[in-house]
């Protein structure tokens, strides 16, 4: 089974603070994707990647950015997060039916 | 108008009882489709793909309609243990997924 790994269960981070989320997939796959999750709006893509250094706009990707430097592996960045950046962030990699996501990240930012 | 439409319940059904969940997406040209599971406070797990003949998983059966681009779950004999929130996704000819709201389902005794 593919398996996800998101770096963080949880994490609190002060407002400003550029803050790193990590995400590792296992299975060789090409295609990358981190979302956000919040109640009443369901999951927003953000960023999503095809392949090695390559990235593509989501939904909502301002105050984001991402980087994919091996292809295992697909960051997050909030360069100066702030209080409206408080939220679940889900990272997925896609299988040959649907993605797999990983166990996801809550982020608090005070 | 959102993409995907779901009914967000709470549906509360007592054990045994046969629900069904039912969504509508607006993309015509939208290609993939599944139900996806999430339990609280956890990440979302592929329920089952939908196809235009319809599909059937144990107690699980997903339906596609093209013409009316809607997309149905039924879930026979519930369990407590099918409490849940039942998210409606549709794909385009890219990879991308597109994830309904979700609609939650709760069993009871």
């Known amino acids: 089974d593919v398996k996800v790994t998101q770096s963080s269960r949880y994490l609190v981070k002060r407002t400003g603070e550029k803050v790193f989320l990590e995400c590792v997939q296992d299975?060789?796959?090409?295609?990358m994707f981190w979302y956000r999750q919040d109640p009443g709006l369901g999951l927003r893509l953000i960023y999503f990647s095809y392949d090695v250094k390559m990235k593509e706009k989501g939904d909502i990707p301002e105050g984001y950015s991402v980087s994919r430097e091996k292809k295992e592996r697909f960051s997050l960045i909030l360069e100066s997060a702030s209080t409206n950046q408080t939220s679940m962030y889900l990272c997925?990699?896609?299988?040959?039916?649907?993605?797999?996501f990983g166990s996801g990240t809550r982020l608090t930012v005070v | 108008r959102k993409e995907v439409e779901q009914d967000p319940g709470p549906f509360n059904v007592p054990e045994g009882a046969t629900v069904a969940f039912n969504c509508t997406y607006s993309?015509?040209?939208?290609?993939?489709f599944f139900w996806y599971r999430q339990d609280c406070r956890k990440e979302p797990k592929l329920l089952m793909s939908v196809y235009s003949s319809g599909n059937e998983d144990g107690r699980f059966t997903a339906q596609l309609n093209r013409a009316s681009q809607y997309i149905s779950l039924l879930i026979r004999d519930s369990k407590l243990s099918d409490s849940a929130t039942y998210l409606c996704v549709v794909g385009h000819n890219t990879d991308k997924l597109i994830f309904g709201t979700g609609t939650r389902l709760q069993v009871f005794p």
């Open positions: 993309n015509s040209a939208s290609q993939s």
């Open positions: 997925a990699s896609k299988r040959d039916y649907g993605y797999t």
């Open positions: 299975m060789d796959h090409e295609n």
